[in-house]
């Protein structure tokens, strides 16, 4: 799912901030601020939003349980990230662009921050010591469900899913490698960013 791509950019951008700044994402993300798939998260979102507009579709991505203590954080056109809501549970929520594929609401612990940083530095393998979790439940648009860095194939429309950023293998875990409407699925199966994808909420 290429939405990763997009999430990716907008996560990873805001994870790059992160790193960057050489503090744990949460506090990164305080100085500056990847679909979970094309990417590209990095064209922010729309212009002349309203900052409640963006409060708003962020906390669409999660259960209330999480977003109730999030942090909410909102990248611009240039990676320019901007808390828009400070949090205290580990979680951060992104508005995303319901305009630009690959970049839907979403949230994500500090573990998937660490995940989609080093997708978006192309590093060999993700290097986050323990499962991260990251819930898109106001869906998403991708373009590939085996192609972490297709950013071609016509765009595609997924429901609310969560995910669990972990090297699950199809083999030893019994779980399909092709995407399901329902039900979990490995995606991006046979390569070091495979994780776990699960249709709706949880």
């Keep these: 799912m ?13 994870a790059g901030a992160l790193m960057a700044a050489g503090a744990n994402p949460r506090g990164a993300v305080q100085s500056q601020t990847a679909d979970h798939g094309t990417a590209d998260h990095g064209s922010g979102t729309t212009a ?8 708003a579709r962020a906390l669409s991505a999660g259960p ?3 977003t109730k203590g999030a942090r909410i954080v909102d990248t611009d056109a240039q990676g320019k990230t901007t808390v828009l809501r400070e949090g ?10 319901p305009k630009v594929v690959g970049e839907p609401p979403l949230c ?9 940083a080093d997708f978006k530095a192309h590093k060999p393998k993700p ?18 469900d085996s192609d972490p860095y297709d950013q071609t194939s016509p765009a595609m429309t997924i429901g609310p899913h969560w995910m669990i950023m972990w090297p699950f293998d199809p083999k030893t875990s019994g779980l399909p490698a092709a995407y399901k409407p329902t039900g979990a699925f490995i995606m991006w199966a046979g390569t070091p960013y495979a994780h776990v994808h699960v249709m709706g909420r949880p």
């Design 88 to 97: 205290n549970n580990g979680f951060t929520c992104m508005p995303g662009n």
């Design 48 to 55: 002349g939003e309203t900052t409640q507009t963006k409060i």
């Design 64 to 66: 209330a349980g999480v």
């Design 108 to 116: 994500a612990d500090e573990a998937s921050l660490q995940w989609f």
């Design 127 to 144: 290097t986050n010591p323990v499962p991260g979790v990251t819930y898109m439940l106001a869906g998403a648009t991708q373009r590939s």
């Design 2 to 14: 290429n939405f990763v791509k997009g999430i990716f950019v907008l996560l990873t951008l805001t």
